[in-house]
């Protein structure tokens, strides 16, 4: 396939220059570990710091609202302690609007799932707010989200499932390299574009408006 569109390539971290810490639970795959493990900056959510701490891992900041965590730890991590008390925004915004602030393009956001439900919903739909901003990815233990506001070609492989969730009811979408063809579709429920299938190294989807991707892992790298 030839063609101006944008190309995304979420399973490639090679340009991630920041991570987040959310307090969901903490990763177990191999790609999100190695995002923590191999030294890039770590912007961490208050409550998610105690779980960074056990790996005996710094971050560069602590955000948040100072309800999720220890006065132990908020006296340890004093130096990197930003307090942010509004109440109209999560901590996970937070922190994501620190890395905005400080001009990291390429944010990689961990720990934001699992536990509540209620909180990995509304982590997952803040994607579509903070994709305006610069480029953010949510990786989970499964697989990455990544929100997508025009055409664009993702780098897939056959056989990986995806999943496409629209966030504006006036949206068409048409897609190219799926099992299951989207023709001019108008998903009105979430459900409606999921568990798709990718037949090729790449797919494309056509679009003008907002919708959230899910890309899974390889199966090696999820087991």
């Not at 730890?73 to 109440?87: C, E, F, G, P």
């Not at 901003?133 to 056959?158: K, L, N």
Request: with cysteine; glycine share 6%.
């Amino acid at each position: 396939m030839t063609t101006n569109t944008n190309t995304i390539n979420t399973l490639d971290t090679t340009d991630i220059d920041v991570v987040v810490l959310a307090n969901g639970e903490y990763p177990c795959n191999e790609i999100p570990l190695s995002l923590i493990n191999r030294g890039i900056p770590i912007v961490c959510c208050d409550g998610a710091i105690a779980k960074l701490d056990q790996q005996a891992i710094a971050p560069i900041a602590v955000i948040g609202d100072g309800d999720s965590i220890s006065q132990h730890l908020k006296d340890k991590y004093q130096s990197l302690w930003h307090y942010i008390a509004d109440q109209e925004t999560n901590d996970l915004t937070k922190a994501v609007t620190y890395c905005i602030e400080h001009k990291f393009k390429h944010i990689a956001i961990l720990g934001a799932t699992g536990m509540r439900e209620d909180h990995t919903l509304g982590n997952i739909s803040l994607l579509a707010n903070y994709g305006k901003q610069a480029d953010v990815r949510m990786y989970t233990d499964y697989g990455v989200f990544v929100a997508v506001f025009e055409s664009a070609y993702f780098q897939s492989f056959a056989e990986q499932q995806v999943s496409i969730f629209n966030l504006r009811q006036e949206n068409h979408i048409d897609a190219e390299g799926l099992l299951y063809p989207i023709k001019h579709r108008n998903f009105a429920q979430w459900w409606e574009g999921t568990l798709n299938e990718s037949t090729a190294d790449n797919f494309l989807l056509k679009l003008k408006g907002e919708v959230i991707v899910f890309q899974t892992y390889e199966k090696k790298q999820r087991d």
